[in-house]
């Protein structure tokens, strides 16, 4: 059963590929999802915040979910996002989700103008009440506004049986994790996220892996690699080469589409283009991003 599968690992967030007329390049995901496969990801996330799902229509969600679930196979995971402005939209997202193929359901909660823990709760018990695969709650404050405090995702964990997994988006994020796992017991799976920022404190908090879209998945991977294997001095030494890079693709405003010129450069995509009113990177940025991979002259051979 899908419930019982493992995902503890480093899960590539996907951007949603745009071609040069604005619609999405549905090929492009092959591409994406064989980078994570290459790299000895986990799984992939689709449909979240990077994937820009609040700047999609419906009728393009189902194609995304089965070009990923496709391209993904048997090997990879593939969650997907299903938050929604409503418990009713909610259900079907979630339904729908499952019945593609997907491995589990990221869910952020409903913004609110006057948030509160009971509204917040009925809306993961709708949830709960139609899916048969695990579900990601995903605590991302800065776009939803509701925050989520310990006790209460304890609470989700504990009386939703699917809620077995948190995305925890709300800085600062390694001491929550502790926080987290003081009040579930270690019970619930913890990944972070937040471009991986912090990702090697989190994993050391007892994080058991990121869901994000940084675009070397395979810096990840071998961090997360070399602290499962008890050596911390070489996890240390990675991250910190790597965090120029990580610290520039989480500048505010655009992050987004500095990382996807990165995956265009890369070859994963065939353009950077993100969705209006998503604001595009400048010819400036783009030469910035360019000396500065220039100057870490980082390979990817030797993690």
Not at 40 to 64: F, K, N, Q, S, W
Request: hydrophobic share 45%.
């Amino acid at each position: 059963m899908a419930i019982d599968r493992d995902l503890s690992g480093i899960h590539f967030m996907l951007p949603t590929p745009f071609d040069a007329n604005g619609d999405v390049d549905i090929a492009s995901f092959t591409r994406l999802v064989d980078a994570a496969r290459n790299a000895g990801c986990t799984g992939v996330v689709a449909l979240g915040v990077m994937g820009e799902a609040h700047r999609l229509t419906d009728a393009e969600r189902g194609p995304i979910v089965d070009a990923v679930v496709t391209a993904a196979g048997t090997d990879l995971t593939v969650t997907v996002g299903a938050s929604a402005e409503s418990s009713r939209a909610l259900a079907i997202r979630v339904t729908d989700a499952e019945l593609a193929g997907a491995t589990a359901v990221m869910i952020a909660p409903a913004k609110m103008a006057k948030p509160n823990p009971d509204s917040t709760y009925a809306y993961y018990a709708v949830a709960e009440e139609v899916t048969g695969i695990p579900i990601v709650v995903q605590d991302l404050p800065d776009q939803t506004g509701v925050h989520l405090d310990p006790e209460f995702i304890a609470k989700l964990h504990d009386d939703l049986p699917h809620a077995r997994y948190l995305k925890l988006e709300d800085p600062p994020t390694p001491q929550k994790i502790t926080k987290v796992i003081d009040v579930t017991g270690g019970a619930m799976g913890i990944f972070g996220g937040l471009g991986g920022a912090f990702l090697f404190e989190e994993l050391r908090r007892g994080a058991i892996g990121t869901m994000t879209g940084f675009a070397y998945p395979e810096v990840l991977v071998a961090i997360h690699k070399y602290i499962s294997n008890g050596d911390v001095e070489r996890a240390r030494s990675i991250f910190y080469s790597w965090l120029p890079l990580i610290r520039y693709e989480n500048s505010a405003g655009i992050g987004l589409a500095v990382r996807k010129e990165i995956m265009k450069r890369r070859g994963f995509v065939t353009t950077a283009d993100v969705r209006p009113p998503s604001p595009p990177i400048d010819e400036s940025t783009r030469a910035e991003l360019g000396d500065l991979l220039h100057a870490l002259d980082l390979g990817v051979s030797d993690l």
